[in-house]
């Protein structure tokens, strides 16, 4: 690319205009203060990136949280118009397909558990496979089973015993994407994700043992159930190495079919192909299988620390608020220069932020927005956040922090061991897998949350309902 001018456009909005190859502007929505970190890698070249794939409409947006990845940066949302040669990209989703978020909230206050907080965490990490390899909560039967996770996600668990009837009500999609095709996936794919389901993973995934430190808009957190010093568990995983597959194998495909339809990209790892072509509609449904894999392993993930909670503090409510995807690309209705088109929206590191009265809401949350789950780094807050009318990005906003460190600088600068001790000095239990991926994680190596959140919500992406801070932690 040739050298970027990033102009500010706005008190939250900044901009580098089209040139070269590019087709629409990147939009990055950041604050003064995030921007220097924003700026200290390749993202915003990426985004500038992205803004050349054919059929791009509006804008190559940025949330605050956005840092270097694959092809699409960390935190990219980009439409394409599906009707006019738009394309799908699997860099525009990520490797970890419908890695996401959910939030079950109890009805322990911290003072009931404080005390017991040791034998809380014993029993979660004790039930909750975590790090690279092998080891589920659910092991499956056989080819067929797996066949009809790949295809209902969430809801079939549900009906396998793997959480309650009513948890499929407050997932985005009732849990499942409908678009999954099993037989698109490769061989491989089913052997690496048949020994995974109900499992963290390692990297930036966790469960959190959280409590509502401050409560921002009292109305909304009263509809979500929250309350200061009310205890929550946050599960931050994706699609494991079923995921993995289906990204990479798609990005082999594309590659070798773009010249058959004249795509030039400025970067092989922004490899596509239309949306209508048989190589779109495949990977579309591959990924959609994938999405539905990662739902069902945060869906048996949650029937274990429901397990884990009975066994450390006796039977009591744990329900879930939202399950919500931040890696995921889909086929949405958006207003573009006053007519209503189809859209491939990409969202990699960006989660999905309905308003008040959207259609695609559950019932439950018609009146209230979409719940919109932003987990901190690991020793720092996460976010209930709530959707907003008017969202200039096709309802899109920010998934975490985001980094501003790589994992080889972090551990550079602190051992696990020590981390490990900080942590457990604030009164945060840890239960970790591997000290170096604690050190991977410090909370130093990424953005101050806590600005991404306020950021979006003056930028209209997002607005602010309960900020929960961890009291135990489970890493991979």
């Known amino acids: 690319m040739m050298s970027l001018k990033v102009e500010r456009t706005g008190d939250y909005r900044y901009e580098v205009a089209p040139q070269g190859m590019m087709r629409v502007p990147a939009v990055i929505f950041a604050s003064p203060k995030l921007l220097p970190d924003i700026m200290s890698d390749k993202s915003v070249e990426q985004a500038a990136n992205v803004a050349t794939l054919p059929g791009i409409v509006r ?8 840092h270097w990845g694959y092809g699409f940066p960390i935190g990219g949302v980009a439409a394409t118009d599906v009707d006019a040669g738009g394309v799908i990209s699997p860099g525009g989703v990520g490797f970890d397909i419908s890695c996401g978020v959910r939030l079950l909230v109890s009805d322990f206050a911290y003072t009931e558990v404080s005390g017991r907080l040791d034998t809380l965490m014993d029993e979660l990490a004790r039930r909750i496979p975590k790090g690279l390899g092998k080891g589920a909560v659910w092991s499956l039967s056989g080819k067929d089973e797996m066949v009809q996770i790949l295809t209902r996600g969430s809801a079939f668990a549900v009906e396998r015993g793997y959480g309650l009837p009513e948890d499929v009500d407050h997932c985005e999609d009732s849990g499942y994407l409908e678009s999954a095709d099993p037989d698109a996936l490769s061989e491989r794919a089913y052997e690496r994700g048949f020994l995974q389901v109900g499992s963290l993973g390692s990297g930036n995934h966790f469960l959190e043992v959280q409590k509502v430190d401050r409560v921002y808009d009292p109305a909304l957190a009263r509809a979500f159930d929250l309350e200061e010093g009310r205890i929550c568990v946050m599960i931050h995983c994706g699609s494991r190495g079923l995921g993995h597959q289906v990204c990479s194998d798609s990005v082999k495909e594309m590659l070798k079919v773009m010249g058959r339809y004249g795509i030039e990209v400025p970067d092989k790892q922004l490899a596509c192909a239309p949306v209508n072509s048989p190589e779109g509609g495949k990977y579309l449904a591959a990924m959609a299988a994938a ?4 739902r069902a392993n945060r869906q048996a993930l949650t029937h274990a620390t429901r397990q884990a909670f009975a066994s450390a503090l006796g039977e009591r409510n744990l329900k879930l608020l939202y399950d919500v995807s931040h890696n995921l690309a889909k086929l949405e209705k958006h207003p573009v220069d006053g007519r209503s088109k189809t859209l491939c929206v990409h969202r990699k590191g ?16 018609r009146s209230t927005g979409q719940p919109v789950l932003v987990p901190g780094s690991m020793g720092t807050a996460s976010f209930v956040c709530a959707g907003m009318p008017n969202n200039p990005a096709f309802n899109s906003t920010c998934h975490g ?7 080889h600088q972090a551990t550079r600068q602190v051992r696990g061991e020590t981390l490990k001790k900080q942590l457990e000095a604030q009164g945060i239990k840890v239960r970790g897998q591997s000290m170096k991926g604690l050190a991977e994680e410090a909370p130093f190596a990424y953005k101050d949350v806590d600005e991404v959140v306020a950021t979006c919500e003056h930028a209209g992406l997002a607005k602010r309902v309960a900020k929960l801070v961890p009291v135990g932690v489970v890493k991979g």
């Open 59 to 66: 804008a190559s947006f940025a949330m605050p949280d956005i």
């Open 350 to 365: 960006a989660t999905r932020s309905l308003p008040p009265g959207d259609p695609e809401l559950p019932e439950v949350f």
């Open 291 to 294: 999405a539905n894999y990662g």
């Open 401 to 407: 922090a985001g980094r501003k460190m790589s994992r």
